[in-house]
């Protein structure tokens, strides 16, 4: 009644013949804090891609906003993507450009062409990015290069770039999985605060399943593509991770950093 | 079972077969020239006696006309460099599948960039020179040409290895295909293409004074006419003058270089 999203019946194969996805379904209320867990090519990846259809699905439908996703032009889809802010694992930001520039993208897709191109933001825009630069304890770096930056604050960059799309969803593909201990909980704890006090819907990606428990409302666990478990944080077992995990004791001991490795092994080759 | 062992047998014998090839394609450019690679040796004594009577001492001429055509072979450089930048950044977002509007169109680009890029410039310059004659038009009009090539090429493969987080990061603000390309892709691939660029004047500031020789115009073209006059004296000294200037750029371009991409 109260949902924000609904996928169903989602499926993606992908041209190579992997099946990423196989007929996921899960609804999701306002204000839900949602981490998805699972290991390195559960398909997290792509279940957070197919619900903004940054990834195509094969089979099934997202819901969003009362609207699907799947079947919406590709102006229309434009115009849903600013309700959905996103944040990556590697920041993705505009390493030559300065902070504010950076934070000041997330209202490119609510401005005309012309003026966004020319990068003539409003003041209004301007005073809310600097007031959320404030916030978070990034003034001093206003005006410096955003590859400048630790890993952490590069983090807290993406987070206000998506925050200034004024989004009811945030997509968070592991936002903490390449950060140091210190800086992962500063970056939680940042999320969690930000998104919680707009009412903001939000749905993480994680690899550790202790931040999981520690900030979600709700924990689904992906395996192979399968949604294995989908309840509050109370009820996920030490026999449910080890499900979930694929009964691979090396995802729960090494946890993130191990799976780091894989994956840039995965990029490189 | 067959396959694998007859892929480690052509492994164990690929170094072998590859200097085989060497060897023979060597030989046979050889016999085929009517080389003889001993002659560098048996010749040695009139080469050095020849550089040694005839270049030195090198004399440097100062005349107003000299320094002029100094100029226009670095005017000459320059312009090719900064024409192919502009045509070239606009051409290769129509040649990067990532950016194209056309699969078709970014092939057929890719294409001709290929044939501008690998015919060497001074090929161009002979083509140019015997169907419009010699002048700075032509030296101008060549080094453009393999520059617009080179430099397609090399801005369309900066943009096909843009990161492509940036332009996932772009598509999910919800930013059209402007946007995207102004906001974040330009910003990303500007350090790389003006990288490509400063290469490209070091290329041509070299190819400008051989351009020069055959009909391009500038120093190649004075040193060009010492040689005929068999002024071996001062041809020397304007060789020594290019390769300065040579040295010169390199040393600032690669400095800039450096100073952009960290
Ligand atoms: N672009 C792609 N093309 C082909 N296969 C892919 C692609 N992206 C991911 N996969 C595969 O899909 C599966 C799920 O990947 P992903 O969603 O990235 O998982 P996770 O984020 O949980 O690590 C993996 O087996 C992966 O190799
Ligand atoms: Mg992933």
């Not at chain 1, 998104?195 to 550790?208: A, D, K, S, W």
Request: glycine share 8%; with cysteine.
């Amino acid at each position: 009644m109260n949902k924000i999203l609904s996928v169903k019946n989602l499926t993606k194969r992908y041209r190579n013949g992997i099946t990423a996805l196989s007929n996921v379904s899960m609804e999701i209320e306002h204000g839900e804090f949602v981490a998805i867990i699972g290991s390195s090519g559960s398909g997290k990846s792509t279940l957070l891609r197919c619900i903004n259809r940054l990834i195509q699905p094969t089979e099934g439908s997202v819901e969003f906003d009362g609207s699907d996703i799947c079947k919406l032009s590709s102006a229309e889809l434009k115009k849903i993507r600013r309700k959905i802010g996103m944040i990556f694992q590697h920041h993705n930001l505009v390493n030559s450009l300065t902070v504010i520039q950076n934070v000041l993208h997330g209202r490119l897709g609510y401005m005309r062409t012309i003026p966004a191109v020319l990068g003539l933001y409003s003041d209004s825009d301007r005073r809310k990015a600097l007031d959320l630069l404030e916030q978070t304890g990034l003034n001093s770096f206003v005006t410096q290069r955003a590859g400048e930056l630790s890993g952490g604050q590069q983090q807290r960059v993406g987070i206000l770039r998506a925050l200034m799309q004024n989004p009811m969803l945030m997509l968070c593909d592991e936002p903490i999985a390449s950060l140091d201990p210190h800086s992962a909980k500063l970056v939680m704890g940042l999320i969690k605060q930000l998104t919680v006090e707009r009412g903001i819907t939000c749905i993480v990606n994680l690899h550790q399943v202790e931040a999981a428990v520690r900030y979600a409302t709700r924990i689904i666990g992906l395996d192979h593509g399968n949604i294995v478990f989908d309840d509050t944080p109370d009820k996920l077992t030490d026999d449910i991770i080890r499900k979930i995990y694929g009964g691979n004791p090396h995802d729960l001991i090494i946890g993130g950093k191990m799976h780091e490795g894989t994956e840039a092994q995965e990029l490189v080759s | 079972m067959k396959e694998p062992k007859l892929k480690s047998l052509c492994r164990k014998f690929k170094k072998r077969i590859v200097l085989l090839a060497v060897i023979v394609i060597v030989g046979g450019a050889t016999w085929f020239a009517r080389f003889n690679p001993l002659a560098i040796f048996f010749e040695m004594d009139t080469f050095i006696s020849f550089f040694i009577k005839d270049f030195f001492p090198p004399q440097f001429v100062f005349q107003a006309e000299n320094i002029r055509a100094l100029f226009v072979t670095v005017a000459m450089a320059f312009a090719a460099s900064m024409t192919a930048f502009l045509i070239a950044g606009f051409l290769s977002f129509l040649g990067s599948d990532t950016t194209s509007p056309s699969l078709i169109l970014a092939r057929g680009i890719r294409a001709v960039a290929s044939v501008f890029r690998n015919v060497p410039t001074l090929v161009w310059a002979f083509i140019l020179f015997m169907s419009f004659g010699i002048g700075e038009t032509i030296g101008f009009l060549a080094l453009l040409i393999s520059s617009l090539g080179f430099l397609t090429r090399a801005f369309i493969e900066t943009l096909d290895a843009a990161a492509p987080e940036i332009r996932e990061a772009a598509v999910a603000t919800g930013a059209t295909y402007w946007k995207r390309v102004f906001c974040f892709i330009l910003p990303d691939i500007i350090p790389g293409y003006i990288s490509w660029l400063l290469y490209n004047v070091e290329l041509n500031i070299r190819s400008s004074s051989i351009v020069g020789m055959v009909g391009g115009g500038g120093i190649g073209l004075v040193l060009f006419s010492y040689i005929k006059m068999y002024r071996y004296g001062k041809a020397a000294g304007i060789i020594i003058q290019i390769a300065l200037l040579v040295i010169a750029f390199e040393c600032v371009t690669k400095n800039i270089r450096k100073r952009i991409l960290s």
